[in-house]
């Protein structure tokens, strides 16, 4: 048997059929993120709640969605709901967007993972905070959002966006439902060409993929230097000496030497 | 809405049969990986520029780009490209019918899990401090041995919740195999 060549420029020409549809592929994950976040808000505050049976239920849910893989809530979500949709309020619901049964399976995921994130960093501002701003005559619901949650933010960021690029990973499994996004339509194109250029086109989605979570990276890691600013007391220049020093030492300093070398 | 309780139970344990394909793949793919994994940590550390920088583009790829993609992309490629080995050498072997699909599973989780536990590994070696090794060697040990005593027992501690949730995480990725 003969093969065709890899065609690298096959990969470039297809990047730009595939970019339009990265726009679903982003829809669906920052609307996952948005709702997500807010239902994840709602989750620890049920966690963080006086009320027994509402902190379990919380705690229950994290545990349960935490030990589900995507791919099967996302097959529970798309042929169960409109079945117990139908079956509790007898609406059909089988018409709507694929995207709104992806958005749906993701804001359950997301809000699992990031309630943990959540209380995780409002446990870590210690407790005087709170108290010292209510002793100043704040109300106990001011202290909380102009004190606590600054504070809880910034400590929060990097795992929420651990959680933002895990999810937005996740979300490749949105084709499988059906969804035309940035994998489906690499799937459309390669059964147009009868089967040829699956590697080419994989590749193209993975490079795209890669550069949005570096982006991602990149963009979590300057927020969290801009917020951390007014908690060192250092001046911007300072922090970038300090950074040079530390990668000499780095460098110099830590030097491992293996059994290889 | 009604569902039937009774097909539940049944597909209950014919599903059940299928755990022992799942774990196989989950310890198959930590016991591939967890060797090169740490050889690819211990490079990094060193480091060797080429072999560094090469390590640490791998890594990225894999961690920033969608596990249901990996397996995807491997999947049409590695048949073409065995197929190729196995015609060169001349062997009379059929790749196509012989090999198991559970074969790609195992090289594509091996490959996702070499990156996050070469991650793991490098995490666990920074904490343990440089003087364990120079104690070592200023004992008469040989880097090896010092290696294999001291320093990976302890890196062990650091690195064990690590692994466990990679572990987890393993066997919920080995869902996408299907």
Excluded at chain 1, 46 to 51: D, G
Excluded at chain 1, 141 to 149: E, F, P, R, S
Excluded at chain 1, 198 to 214: D, K, P, T
């Amino acid at each position: 048997m003969n093969y065709r060549p890899f065609d690298p420029s096959f990969l470039l020409q297809s990047i730009p059929a595939l970019l339009p549809y990265l726009q679903i592929t982003l829809f669906v994950g920052i609307s996952s993120i948005v709702f997500g976040s807010i239902f994840g808000i709602l989750l620890t505050k049920a966690k963080l709640s006086s009320i027994g049976p509402l902190r379990w239920l919380a705690q229950g849910y994290t545990y349960v969605m935490r030990c589900t893989p995507s791919i099967v809530l996302l097959f529970i979500v798309f042929y169960g709901l409109p079945k117990l949709v139908d079956g509790l309020f007898n609406y059909q619901i089988d018409d709507w967007d694929r995207s709104v049964f992806a958005i749906i399976t993701f804001v359950l995921l997301f809000g699992a993972y990031v309630s943990e994130v959540f209380r995780s960093a409002y446990l870590a501002v210690p407790r005087g905070q709170y108290e010292a701003a209510v002793s100043i005559g704040l109300t106990p619901l001011q202290a909380v959002i102009q004190v606590v949650i600054p504070q809880a933010m910034i400590i929060a960021l990097p795992n929420f966006g651990n959680s933002v690029i895990n999810l937005l990973k996740e979300g490749a499994l949105a084709y499988t439902i059906g969804l035309i996004d940035l994998i489906g339509k690499g799937n459309l194109i390669i059964s147009q060409n009868f089967g040829a250029y699956a590697i080419e086109i994989y590749l193209a989605c993975m490079f795209i993929y890669w550069v949005m979570a570096l982006l991602i990276e990149k963009v979590f890691f300057i927020i969290e230097k801009r917020l951390d600013k007014g908690q060192t007391l250092k001046t911007v220049q300072t922090v970038k000496q300090d950074k040079k020093r530390a990668r000499l030492f780095l460098i110099k300093g830590v030097k491992f030497h293996g059994p290889g070398s | 809405m009604d569902l039937d309780l009774d097909f539940m139970y049944e597909t209950f344990f014919k599903i059940l049969g299928g755990i022992s394909t799942t774990l196989e793949l989950t310890i198959l793919s930590l016991l591939l990986a967890a060797p090169i994994a740490f050889y690819m940590a211990v490079l990094r550390l060193n480091d060797a520029k080429i072999s560094s920088g090469a390590v640490r583009v791998y890594v990225s790829f894999v961690r920033g780009t969608p596990i249901i993609l990996q397996i995807l992309l491997l999947y049409s490629l590695l048949p073409s490209v065995l197929n190729t080995i196995v015609q060169t050498l001349g062997i009379n072997f059929n790749v196509f019918d012989a090999m198991d699909p559970f074969f790609y599973a195992v090289v594509v989780f091996s490959l996702n899990t070499i990156a996050l536990l070469s991650e793991v590994f490098r995490s666990a070696l920074i904490s343990i401090s440089k003087g364990q090794l120079e104690a070592g060697l200023s004992i008469g040990l040989t880097r090896f041995q010092v290696y294999i005593h001291v320093i990976i027992p302890q890196a062990m501690v650091v690195a064990l919740p690590n692994i466990c949730n990679i572990t987890v995480n393993l066997i919920k990725g080995t869902s996408l195999a299907f």
